[in-house]
C-alpha cells in the first residue's frame, strides 16, 4: 500500500482489509513523505495491529519507488496491491485465492467496481479479459486493475517497478507478463476504484501520452514504429472504449 496524502481515505482502505475473509495477511504502507496528517491517522493501527507496518521515505520518490519498498517489504506468499484510497470486498483474498489455485495462476487480477471521490457507489463494473498476456496487455492499454492484482511471488520472485510517474503500474504488469505468460481474470468484482481524487497521480488522463511513450519506447525498449503503433492503440482504447469490458447496474 504506497500512499501520499491520503489521510482523508487511508483508514477506509486498511478496514477492508482487517475485514477480509482470509485473516493470514499483513499489510506493509510504504508514504511516499505525505505533508498531510497520514501517520497521524494510522497510529491506532500501528498501535493494535502487529502486522500492519509502516515505513516513511526519506524523500519523496513518487508511487514507483514507494511500491517497489513495499514489494521489498512483503514477506507472504501472495503480494496483493491496494492503493490507500481505494478498497477490497470482504472475500477479495479468499475468492481469489481459490480461483489462483483451480486455474493454476501465478498472475491473477479480479473485476472492480468504481465509487466518485466522496464513496458513492457509480453502477460501474471494469471486468477484465479471462486472459491477459503481453501484447494484450499493450493492446488493450493495460486492461488489469492495480487493486485487483495478486501474484505468487514465491513463485515469480520480487520485481522492481520501472521508474516512470504515471502508468507505473502497467509497467510492472509487462514486468511479471515477461515471467509468466498471463494475467488471469475473475468477473467477480472484488475492489472498489476511487475516481477523481485531485491531486492523485492517475488525475488528467489526457496527459499521459508521453508517458506511454515513455513507457513502450524507453522502458520496453520497442522501437519508433513499434511504439507508434502502440501509443495508437492507447489513443484508440481511450478513445472509443472499444476492447474494455464496461457494465453497468442499478
Known sequence: MPTYNCGKYITESIDSVISQTVTDWEIQIVDDCSTDNTEDVLVPYLEKYSNIHYFKLNENGGPAVARTEAIRRANGKYCAFL????????????????????????????????????????????????????????????????????????????????????????????????????????????????????????????????????????????????SVYELGCWAFVKGTGIGIDTRHDQ
Open 83 to 226: 492503493d490507500s484510497d481505494d478498497l477490497w470486498i470482504e472475500n477479495k483474498l479468499e475468492k481469489q485465492i481459490a480461483f489462483m489455485n483451480d486455474v493454476g495462476a501465478d498472475f491473477s487480477c479480479t473485476a472492480y467496481r468504481q465509487m466518485d471521490v466522496n464513496g458513492n457507489d457509480l453502477h460501474t463494473i471494469i471486468v477484465p479479459p479471462q486472459r491477459t498476456g503481453y501484447k494484450k496487455c499493450i493492446q488493450l492499454s493495460n486492461p488489469i486493475g492495480n487493486l485487483t492484482v495478486m501474484y505468487n511471488q514465491e513463485t515469480l520472485g520480487k520485481f522492481e517497478v520501472p521508474l516512470i510517474k504515471k502508468r507505473n503500474d502497467f509497467a510492472l504488469w509487462l514486468q511479471i507478463l515477461k515471467k509468466t505468460p498471463y494475467c488471469y481474470g475473475m468477473e467477480d468484482a472484488l475492489g472498489i476504484y476511487r475516481l477523481g481524487r485531485t491531486g492523485s497521480v492517475s488525475h488528467k488522463k489526457l496527459s499521459q501520452a508521453k508517458y506511454h511513450w515513455q513507457l513502450y519506447h524507453d522502458i520496453e525498449k520497442h522501437n519508433v514504429f513499434r
